[in-house]
């Protein structure tokens, strides 16, 4: 979607190596959120950020860690892979704390083998 | 648990007719937003209903909210194949939540021409 990038699109990791996801917007949103995609359970919050430096965990914050030094950059970090992260992430950016809508990137598969 | 649920989980329909898919959830919430799903794509924000609002129009998208019963719905009008995608209820919760939207686990939706 424009405005917001995510990068890599693809990625296969090897158990127990640290990875790191980006995602860059150009939408100078102040709320960045990083979700993961798995069958039967939907979206699930991992970790959002409301300001630089500022970030919090969502539901599913085990095993990840964030970054947001600047408004544009939030990144997600796996800090050592395992098998039960392999899934699609997404990161999402909104306007404001009342969230007018999501605007979601494309996503990263990744995969840990 | 979910937040939101979304019911049916699977909706298969001709070209031309209606679709309607229903969404549940638990607590007291800000809003309530539909977003549609394209196979590997991201998710795209369709319409946002607030909690003190009880039906919303958006071309051929209807969407209403109980919020004593809590549920919603969303109606697609004369649906097209192009309509073919996954959708997902999500929820703001009530508070300081910063945004956060818990999503349910989807419908998807099939539109055979």
């Known amino acids: 979607d424009a405005g917001i990038t995510q990068s890599p699109r693809h990625k296969v990791t090897e158990t127990g190596t640290p990875v790191t996801l980006r995602c860059h917007q150009t939408?100078?949103?102040?709320?960045m959120y990083w979700y993961r995609q798995d069958p039967g359970h939907g979206l699930r919050l991992i970790h959002y950020?409301?300001?630089?430096?500022?970030?919090d965990k969502g539901e599913v914050s085990d095993g990840y860690s964030v970054s947001r030094s600047k408004t544009e950059d939030f990144l997600l970090t796996l800090e050592s892979a395992t098998s039960s992260q392999t899934s699609v992430y997404f990161c999402?950016?909104?306007?404001?704390?009342?969230?007018?809508?999501?605007?979601f990137g494309s996503g990263t598969r990744l995969t840990v083998v | 648990s979910q937040q939101g649920e979304e019911d049916p989980q699977a909706l298969s329909i001709q070209e031309g007719e209606n679709a309607t898919m229903n969404c549940s959830y638990k607590?007291?919430?800000?809003?309530l937003q539909w977003y549609r799903q394209n196979s590997g794509r991201g998710l795209v924000h369709l319409i946002l209903?607030?909690?003190?609002?009880r039906e919303k129009h958006s071309g051929r998208l209807r969407v209403t909210l109980d919020t004593s019963k809590k549920s919603s719905s969303l109606l697609i009008t004369a649906s097209r194949a192009a309509d073919t995608a996954s959708y997902f209820c999500?929820?703001?919760?009530?508070?300081?939540?910063?945004?956060?939207?818990?999503f349910g686990q989807g419908t998807i939706l099939t539109v055979h021409p």
């Open positions: 999402a950016i909104s306007q404001d704390r009342r969230s007018y809508g999501y605007t």
């Open positions: 939408e100078n949103h102040r709320y």
């Open positions: 950020s409301y300001g630089v430096k500022d970030t």
């Open positions: 607590t007291s919430i800000n809003n």
């Open positions: 209903i607030r909690s003190n609002e």
């Open positions: 999500a929820t703001e919760r009530g508070g300081t939540s910063y945004g956060k939207l818990t």
